[in-house]
């Protein structure tokens, strides 16, 4: 059994008493503020949005209403409450932060999807290109919206897995499973969460899913900034690795360079008394999250 302290990042506190965190290079961290009412997304910049399932319940009905019948139809057949929960929170907070970058209702916004369910925006006379992606783990959903190129997503709860050993024999390259096991017994489950987070997103943005052979493709250099994906042509895609909140880690894939990343709360709908909610929808994520160290590749 790991503790939380050997599979966490090691923290340490400024004389300034803001929490930083001892990381590989690459490694983001999140300083996640309430956006602005004009929402500016210029090329080459991703906004990285960031909620609970606590906080998002605030406006579960709302939420709902915003949902198409194909989508209530999809959370009606999930079997547990909290992931029920959990569908309507991410897909309706996601149609609402699309509706602020589109200026238009969440309700009008339609998806088309891709061949391996890979949602995207169906375009609208006058609209912004938008590439999106979201992921759900436990109580944090988080989202990336960008114009420049496709983007990927994942987050996962950090927490033990007693068979992490095995899963990465099944779906990690050679490479991958040999530097894995360089690191002190201690320290692989975490580099473990950091390979599967970094494939995860990856798969996103290609929009193929479990379809992609993971074998073949490494995401362990350390920082691992250009990946090559042997199934995607010539073309590379910059990965890094990030801490959204205490107790979760993630990772985001773009198929540009050198992005500008924004970190958003979400603060319920756009349509929503804001002036009143922001303070109590925004400040537990703003309290609690850990403050930006970002590679030299990145800036925000």
Same mark, same amino acid.
């Given at each position: ?16 008493g ?5 990381m590989e ?5 999140c %300083?996640?503020r309430?956006?602005?009412a004009?929402?500016? !997304? ?13 906080q ?6 709302? !939420?709902r209403?915003?949902?198409?019948? %194909?989508?209530?139809?999809k959370? *009606? ?11 309507? *929170?991410?897909?309706? *907070?996601?149609?609402?932060? !699309?509706?602020?970058y /589109?200026n238009?209702?969440? =309700?009008?916004?339609?998806f &088309? ?17 938008l590439?999106f ?6 109580e944090l959903?988080?989202?990336?919206v ?5 983007v ?5 709860? +950090?927490?033990?897995?007693? %068979?992490?050993? *095995? ?5 990690f ?15 692989r489950l975490?580099? &473990?969460l950091k390979?599967? =987070?970094?494939?995860?997103?990856l798969?996103?943005?290609?929009? /193929?899913? &479990?379809?992609? %052979?993971?074998? /073949?493709?490494?995401?362990?250099p ?12 010539? $073309?590379?895609w910059?990965?890094? $690795? ?7 880690l993630?990772?985001?894939? &773009?198929a540009g /360079?050198?992005?500008?990343?924004k970190f958003? =709360? ?11 909610? +922001?303070?109590?929808i925004?400040?537990?994520? +703003?309290?609690?999250?850990m403050?930006?160290?970002l590679s030299?590749?990145?800036?925000g």
């Amino acid at each position: 059994m790991y503790s939380d302290c050997l599979i966490e990042p090691r923290r340490k506190v400024r004389s300034d008493g803001r929490e930083i965190v001892d990381m590989e290079m690459g490694d983001l961290m999140c %300083d996640w503020r309430v956006p602005p009412a004009k929402l500016d !997304l210029p090329q080459n910049t991703i906004h990285l949005w960031c909620t609970t399932l606590k906080q998002a319940s605030v406006y579960k009905d709302e !939420l709902r209403g915003t949902l198409t019948p %194909d989508e209530r139809a999809k959370a *009606a057949r999930i079997l547990f409450s909290k992931d029920r929960d959990g569908f309507v *929170a991410v897909r309706g *907070a996601l149609r609402d932060i !699309l509706g602020r970058y /589109t200026n238009r209702a969440p =309700t009008d916004l339609k998806f &088309f999807y891709g061949a391996y369910g890979k949602p995207h925006l169906a375009p609208s006379p006058g609209s912004v290109p938008l590439h999106f992606n979201s992921s759900r783990s436990d109580e944090l959903g988080i989202f990336a919206v960008t114009q420049t190129h496709e983007v990927g997503i994942d987050v996962e709860v +950090i927490k033990p897995c007693e %068979d992490y050993e *095995a899963i990465a024999s099944s779906f990690f390259s050679p490479s991958e499973i040999q530097a894995l096991c360089a690191f002190p017994p201690v320290r692989r489950l975490h580099t &473990f969460l950091k390979y599967w =987070t970094r494939k995860e997103a990856l798969s996103k943005a290609l929009g /193929t899913g &479990f379809m992609l %052979d993971w074998t /073949t493709f490494d995401v362990s250099p350390v920082p691992p900034e250009r990946v090559q994906v042997m199934s995607n042509g010539p $073309s590379k895609w910059s990965v890094y $690795s990030f801490f959204p909140a205490p107790g979760y880690l993630g990772a985001l894939a &773009f198929a540009g /360079t050198n992005p500008t990343l924004k970190f958003w =709360t979400w603060p319920g709908m756009a349509f929503s008394n804001l002036p009143i909610r +922001i303070g109590e929808i925004g400040s537990s994520i +703003i309290a609690n999250s850990m403050h930006p160290v970002l590679s030299k590749q990145v800036t925000g």
